[in-house]
């Protein structure tokens, strides 16, 4: 089993930046993927950023505010949020996405982040 636990969420001014991170555990696992997705209220799940072993993906809408990064060594994903906005305001959930022996999607509790304009 795998087990996602998050942390770094919290209430901000618009323009401020807040670092998120995420802390796979278990055993047996192998990481191909971690991401992070935000739900808004009434808002459908979407992707915000998602790193593997040799590339990075954003949404558009963030890109070049937020870096997503990994420790490996940790199996940590962090994601560093600038320039906050209050449409950057959801629950944001980590994801891993993993292979053999453990295949399959897990997801985090998510983290509340509020951005007050």
């Known amino acids: 089993q795998v087990q996602l636990v998050e942390s770094g969420g919290g209430l901000v001014q618009a323009g401020g930046s807040l670092r998120l991170s995420c802390a796979a555990s278990?055993?047996?696992?192998?990481?191909?993927?971690m991401g992070w997705y935000r739900q808004a209220p009434g808002k459908q799940r979407e992707l915000v950023a998602v790193?593997?072993?040799?590339?990075?993906r954003y949404a558009d809408s963030v890109k070049g505010r937020f870096t997503i990064s990994r420790d490996v060594a940790k199996n940590t994903v962090y994601l560093q949020m600038n320039s906050l906005k209050p449409e950057d305001t959801a629950v944001y959930y980590c994801?891993?996405?993993?292979?053999?022996?453990?295949?399959?999607?897990?997801w985090g509790q998510g983290t509340q982040v509020t951005v007050s304009s």
């Open positions: 790193i593997t072993s040799g590339s990075t």
């Open positions: 278990g055993s047996g696992f192998v990481i191909n993927a």
């Open positions: 994801s891993l996405r993993g292979g053999p022996p453990l295949p399959g999607d897990y």
